[in-house]
C-alpha cells in the first residue's frame, strides 16, 4: 500500500521502518523538515518528504504527533480522498502538550481529532509503548505476539489498521466504532500492558472511563520519577499494576 506517515518522533519513525520493511511504499515528514526526519527511519526503504508530498497519492495517511500540531495539517488532511484511510496513533497528555476543553470535559480523544478534522479517523498502535513497538513485534501466531485494538467508523478503515498492525508484528483486535475509543486511552488496561489478542476483549470491557485521567497523571508521574528505566517489560509490569 501507499503510506504517507506524518511524525517522526518515537512511534512516527518505528512505524515508518517497519512498514516499509513489510514492503509498502512509505513516505514520511516530520515538522515540514525532511533532514530533521531520524536516519534509521529510512534505512528499510521510505523517502523523507515535505507534509504535502507525505500527504499526496496515498492510500493510509498515519497522524503520528501531538494534537497540538493538527492544525496545520487539518486542511491537507481533509481534502484527502474520502477512500483514504486516516489513522490516529497520538494520545493526550495535557502535561505534555496543552489542555484541550472538549477533552477535559470528557470528549473521546480520537472523535474530538475526526471532529477538529472533519473527516473519518481510524485510531491504531496507540496502545503500544515505543519500546515493545521496537522490540516485541513477532510473526503471526507467535505465543508471545503482542496485541492492540483498533477503532473506528469504518469497517474498511478498521480491516485495513487491523491488517497493518499485523504486518508491524502486533495482532489487531477490531474495538468496534470510534465512541467507545476511550477504551483504548492512557492508562486504560488495554494501553501499554503488552496483552494477547485473547486478553484484549475483557480488558476494554473492563475499562472504567471515570477514572482514566486521574490515572493517567499518576501513571505519567510514575514514568516520570523512573526517567531512563523504560524497558518495555518493566513497563508493561507498572502499567499493568497501576491500571489493570
Not at 527511519?41 to 523517502?47: F, K, Q
Not at 497519492?57 to 491537507?76: F, G, R, W
Amino acid at each position: 500500500m501507499k503510506i504517507g506517515i506524518l511524525g517522526a518522533g518515537n512511534i512516527g519513525k518505528r512505524l515508518t521502518r517497519k512498514l516499509a520493511t513489510a514492503g509498502h511504499d512509505v513516505k514520511v515528514a516530520h515538522a515540514d523538515a525532511p533532514d530533521a526526519i531520524p536516519a534509521e527511519a529510512l534505512e528499510t526503504g521510505a523517502r523523507a518528504t515535505m507534509i504535502e508530498d507525505a500527504l499526496s497519492d496515498v492510500d493510509v495517511a498515519i497522524l503520528s504527533m501531538p494534537y497540538t500540531a493538527y492544525e496545520e495539517v487539518k486542511p491537507l488532511i481533509a481534502a484527502l480522498p474520502e477512500q483514504t484511510v486516516v489513522i490516529d496513533t497520538a494520545n493526550y497528555f495535557p502535561s505534555r502538550d496543552v489542555e484541550i476543553a472538549e477533552i477535559e470535559a470528557g470528549k473521546v480523544e480520537s472523535v474530538w481529532v475526526q471532529d477538529f478534522i472533519g473527516r473519518p479517523i481510524t485510531k491504531a498502535w496507540n496502545t503500544i509503548f515505543m519500546n515493545s513497538l521496537e522490540g516485541r513485534g513477532q510473526p503471526k501466531g507467535h505465543p508471545d505476539r503482542v496485541a492492540g485494538p483498533v477503532s473506528g467508523d469504518r469497517a474498511r478503515d478498521r480491516e485495513i489498521a487491523v491488517a497493518l498492525m499485523n504486518d508491524t508484528g502486533f495482532d489487531g483486535f477490531d474495538a468496534g466504532p470510534l465512541a467507545e475509543s476511550w477504551r483504548q486511552q492512557p492508562s486504560s488496561p488495554v494501553y501499554c500492558t503488552d496483552l494477547s489478542y485473547e486478553e484484549i476483549a475483557p480488558a476494554l470491557a473492563s475499562a472504567e472511563r471515570h477514572r482514566l485521567p486521574k490515572r493517567r497523571e499518576l501513571t505519567a508521574n510514575v514514568m516520570a520519577e523512573r526517567a531512563g528505566d523504560w524497558g518495555a517489560e518493566k513497563v508493561a509490569l507498572i502499567h499493568r499494576a497501576l491500571n489493570m
